[in-house]
């Protein structure tokens, strides 16, 4: 049996204005979001929890298999990359190795988190990346 593994995404979107860059939406966006996770699908719920909107603004690049080493000079303050996770900005340093969505309990089994609710954006990732 071969367990799943995880890989580094990074993820630039196209903001509607510079003005969005400021808005508190989408502020931890306007850099990039690092991400490790099991596909670009896993990723973007990750993305999705970072935001207080359920939508997520187009996609502009995904580099998958990021190389850390071109962050070093301009970005500090990075999570944990090899932990499954958003680790720029350093969301994974607040919910440790173990994702789980926002607001859900420290819980060891995850079928007590709520499903994904049908037909929204995600559906149209997961049907994209498949």
Not at 56 to 73: G, H, Q, Y
Not at 90 to 105: E, F, H, I, M, Q
Not at 118 to 130: N, S
């Amino acid at each position: 049996m071969m367990l799943p593994t995880v890989r580094r995404f990074w993820f630039e979107f196209d903001l509607p204005s510079p003005e969005s860059q400021r808005d508190p939406t989408f502020a931890c966006l306007s850099l990039g979001v690092g991400v490790t996770g099991f596909d670009v699908a896993d990723c973007l719920w990750m993305i999705r929890d970072l935001l207080p909107t359920l939508s997520v603004p187009p996609i502009r690049t995904v580099t998958p298999d990021v190389s850390l080493a071109k962050f070093a000079p301009r970005v500090l303050g990075l999570g944990v990359p090899v932990w499954r996770g958003v680790w720029f900005p350093p969301d994974n340093l607040r919910t440790s190795g173990v994702w789980r969505p926002w607001g859900a309990p420290r819980a060891i089994n995850p079928s007590i988190w709520a499903p994904n609710p049908p037909g929204t954006w995600a559906d149209d990732f997961a049907a994209v990346c498949a």
